[in-house]
C-alpha cells in the first residue's frame, strides 16, 4: 500500500471515530462489525469493505446494535441498488418483525416501477404502515442519500437529502397500536434492514437527546 494512501485512510478512519461538535458519536467505524450483531441473518450477509457496511441482501435478518438506545437523533448515508428494499429499525426488540414490534423508517428506491402502486407509508421515510413521508427528496438508485432520524418520546422526524419528510407524533395514531405495537416502545436496538437487496451504509453516526 502507498505510504501516503495508508496515512489518508488512516486519517480518514481516525475522523469517523471522533465525536462531532453536535456531540454525534459514531455507530459505525468504517472498517469491522464493532458494536453490531446479527440477528436472524446468514452468515456472510453483512460485510465492510472500502468504509461502508454492506448486506448482500440475502437470508432476511437485521444487523443491530449492541446497544439500547430510547431518544436520540440517528445520522446515515445509505445507497441501493435499482429496486431496492431495506430499513432502518428504531427502538427494536430482538425477537419478532422489526417493522411491527419496533419500528422501521423505510429505505427504497421509490421510483421503480414495481413500487408504483404502494400505500403512502410505504415509501421512503415512512415509519412503515404508520406514518408517511412527502415524497420527492429521493436521489435515484446507485446515489447516495442522506437521512436524520430523530426519536423523542412521541415525537418523530425524518429529513431526507436536508428536507423534512416526517414531522409526527406516534401518539396520534392509537389506530396502529395494534397491528404496530412497536410505537408504544420507550426504547430498544437500532437495526439495518436485510430485505432482499443489496443496500451499502456509512458514516452512521447518533446523538442522545434527552426527553422534551
Not at 412527502?134 to 432520524?149: A, F, L, Q, V
Request: glycine residues 12%; contains cysteine; neutral net charge.
Amino acid at each position: 500500500m502507498n505510504h501516503a494512501f495508508a496515512l489518508a485512510t488512516i486519517a480518514i478512519m481516525l475522523a469517523a471515530a471522533a465525536p462531532r461538535e453536535d456531540g454525534a458519536t459514531p455507530l459505525f467505524d468504517n472498517k469491522s462489525l464493532s458494536g453490531w450483531e446479527p440477528v436472524n441473518s446468514k452468515p456472510g450477509n453483512w460485510t465492510v469493505k472500502d468504509g461502508q457496511l454492506l448486506t448482500k441482501g440475502e437470508g432476511g435478518g437485521w444487523l443491530s446494535t449492541t446497544n439500547i438506545y430510547s431518544n436520540f437523533t440517528l445520522s446515515l448515508e445509505y445507497k441501493t441498488t435499482k429496486g431496492g428494499n431495506s430499513g432502518v429499525f428504531i427502538r427494536c426488540p430482538r425477537q419478532g418483525d422489526g417493522a411491527y414490534v419496533g419500528m422501521e423508517i423505510q429505505l427504497l428506491d421509490d421510483d421503480d416501477d414495481q413500487y408504483k402502486a404502494l400505500k403512502p407509508y410505504q415509501y421512503t421515510g415512512s415509519v412503515y404502515g404508520v406514518i408517511a413521508a412527502k415524497r420527492g427528496s429521493t436521489r435515484p438508485h446507485g446515489e447516495w442519500n442522506t437521512m436524520d432520524i430523530t426519536a423523542n418520546g412521541p415525537k418523530v422526524i425524518i429529513t431526507l437529502n436536508g428536507n423534512k419528510i416526517v414531522d409526527g407524533r406516534l401518539d396520534e395514531h392509537p389506530d396502529s397500536e395494534k397491528t404496530h405495537p412497536g410505537i408504544l416502545r420507550k426504547d430498544g436496538y437500532i437495526g439495518l434492514q436485510s430485505h432482499s437487496d443489496e443496500v451499502a451504509f456509512r458514516n452512521i453516526r447518533i446523538k442522545e437527546l434527552k426527553l422534551k
